[in-house]
């Protein structure tokens, strides 16, 4: 890309996130990761904007943004998205951090038989189980709807914060699919220990997870967040 053009990336890049704070995080991810700054990624057009459904996808080291106009019905931000931070994630210098404490806040309010349903056997890994939409019955962890109103509250405080870095619009349309395919009540919450962790830490994945939303978070050892929020035809 010429500078006039990764300048243009730059623009629609901070036109995806919230606001400056969210525009932030995602320009560190690129700074810090890819090696080349800006000349180090990837921007895509798939289809014709003027004529039709299209997106725009930037790509880089950990990070796969969308934006679809709207193009791709009952799915949140035009597709599944990827983010992440070389930087281990319990680290405040990690730049997603903060999402990492969310959920800590709502584990350590939970009481030791929740933990019990909560805390998962295996490892949610990146793959498998993937990130495709799956039946209600399918999913493994501790429902939402079995959690106290201060609990539901964290709930809904981890989403915010989940949701905070990208577009309003983009986060009002994954909260509407979420409320279509059953709402915060139907979520799971479930944490897993990666085998090659040590005994001081009780997880490195964290997954919540309903019939039309995946929100799949790796900590260590560095970040890995994997996202699909559509509504599932299939199920």
């Known amino acids: ?54 997106a725009w996808v930037l790509s880089a080291h950990h990070l796969t943004l969308r934006c679809d106009g709207d193009s791709e019905t009952d799915t949140a931000f035009g597709g599944p998205m990827y983010y992440g931070h070389i930087i281990d994630g319990r680290s405040p210098e990690n730049v997603f951090n903060f999402q ?14 929740q933990r019990n349903l909560a805390l998962v056997p295996g490892n949610s890994g990146e793959l498998a189980p993937s990130i495709q939409l799956r039946p209600e019955n399918k999913i493994p962890g501790l429902v939402a709807a079995d959690l106290s109103a201060d609990q539901h509250a964290l709930v809904k405080s981890v989403m915010r914060d989940l949701l905070s870095p990208f577009r309003h619009e983009d986060a009002e349309e994954a909260m509407r699919i979420l409320g279509r395919t059953g709402g915060l009540d139907h979520l799971r919450v479930a944490f897993y220990k990666d085998h090659r962790q040590k005994d001081d830490h009780e997880w490195a994945f964290w997954r919540i997870e309903g019939p039309g939303f995946v929100w799949n978070y790796r900590i260590l050892p560095h970040v890995h967040c994997y996202v699909n929020i559509g509504v599932n035809h299939n199920a």
């Open 1 to 54: 890309m010429d500078p006039n053009q990764r300048e243009l990336v730059q623009k629609i890049a901070r036109g995806i996130c919230a606001d400056d704070e969210g525009f932030s995080r995602i320009s560190t991810v690129v700074k810090h990761d890819t090696g080349g700054d800006w000349n180090g990624i990837g921007a895509n057009v798939f289809g014709d904007p003027d004529h039709g459904p299209f």
């Open 100 to 113: 990492t404490q969310s959920v800590r806040k709502l584990f350590d309010a939970l009481s030791d038989s």
